[in-house]
T-cell receptor, first 114, second 112 residues
């Protein structure tokens, strides 16, 4: 498709399990962002990629969170040993390098940790 | 102090009125400023970007930037019920890494 694609759209997991969330950006977009949005809250910045490198990882909440991007395209956000407070919608967005900040968002992955 | 601050609202205006949404930011070196709209249960979508002081108009929307006051606003003229949504202000930092920080959003309700 032409837009940002995220999978899974919904994930229910048990506390302590690991989860992987995938993001496929718009073709040609070199910048890729991950945000987290809890119910009724704003967007919490997690990590930003320019190509395959991550100039800014400052938003990752703990060392249980990691992200990678390969081939300058698909990105995976991994949460290890999930906790109930990790429950949120995880949003991925991409943009052209020339227009940082003009983001195109995917539909999000809703994570529920029981 | 939060990096980007908005009044959470809700801001309620009658149909046809002007809605005024405000945002302040803490990083004086910020370069780029954006307004996103988020309908309930949906992802944010970009509606305006502004990079220099002054006003920028696009249809019924006007973005205003005052870097000296570290203040950004969005005016929506002739508000429609379909404008009812949460409006998110977003700002890039002075470090120019591309990191985009969002405010908490202001919920706008346009009543018929």
């Amino acid at each position: 498709g032409a837009g940002v694609s995220q999978s899974p759209s919904n994930k229910v997991t048990e506390k302590g399990k690991d989860v992987e969330l995938r993001c496929d950006p718009i073709s040609g977009h070199t910048a890729l962002y991950w945000y987290r949005q809890s119910l009724g809250q704003g967007l919490e910045f997690l990590i930003y990629f320019q190509g395959n490198s991550a100039p800014d990882k400052s938003g990752l909440p703990s060392d249980r969170f990691s992200a990678e991007r390969t081939g300058g395209s698909v990105s995976t956000l991994t949460i290890q040993r999930t906790q109930q407070e990790d429950s949120a919608v995880y949003l991925c967005a991409s943009s052209w390098t020339q227009t940082p900040g003009e983001l195109f968002f995917g539909e999000g992955s809703r994570l529920t940790v029981l | 102090q939060k990096e980007v601050e908005q009044n959470s609202g809700p801001l309620s205006v009658p149909e046809g009125a002007i809605a005024s949404l405000n945002c302040t930011y803490s990083d004086r070196g910020s370069q780029s400023f954006f307004w996103y709209r988020q309908y309930s249960g949906k992802s944010p979508e970009l509606i305006m970007s502004i990079y220099s002081n002054g006003d920028k108009e696009d249809g019924r929307f006007t973005a205003q930037l005052n870097k000296a006051s570290q203040y950004v606003s969005l005016l929506i003229r002739d508000s429609q019920p379909s404008d009812s949504a949460t409006y998110l202000c977003a700002v890039t930092g002075s470090s120019n890494t591309g990191k985009l920080i969002f405010g908490q959003g202001t919920t706008l309700q346009v009543k018929p």
